[in-house]
Nanobody, 115 residues
Framework: QVQLVESGGGLVQAGGSLRLSCAAS????????MGWYRQAPGKQRDVVAT???????NYADSVKGRFTISRDGAKNTVDLQMNSLKPEDTAVYYC?????????WGQGTLVTVSS
């Protein structure tokens, strides 16, 4: 069973930047996709960005042009660079990995953007 561990959350002022990192316990090359999701208080969990093994990416409209997802197959990590942060980006961010027969979530990391 693969495990995902997120890091990099914290408190930042609006307009600032944070970089989240997700470390997998085994090779990410076999995953169909990895991604970042977020859940704000009282809201459902929504996709932020996804990336496939060939590097194809998709972003939620709300983060396009501000966030960048990347993967490092040698380190088994997937990062999310978040720039120009807004208060509405405040949420718990979760790393996700999908294989052919499984889906795994990390424990989440809190990002708080102050106005």
């Amino acid at each position: 069973q693969v495990q995902l561990v997120e890091s990099g959350g914290g408190l930042v002022q609006a307009g600032g930047s944070l970089r989240l990192s997700c470390a997998a316990s085994r090779s990410i090359s076999s995953f169909n996709a990895m991604g970042w999701y977020r859940q704000a208080p009282g809201k459902q969990r929504d996709v932020v960005a996804t990336i496939t093994p060939d590097g194809s990416t998709n972003y939620a409209d709300s983060v396009k042009g501000r966030f960048t997802i990347s993967r490092d197959g040698a380190k088994n990590t997937v990062d999310l660079q978040m720039n120009s942060l807004k208060p509405e980006d405040t949420a718990v961010y979760y790393c996700n990995a999908r294989g052919r027969f499984f889906e795994v979530w990390g424990q989440g990391t809190l990002v708080t953007v102050s106005s």
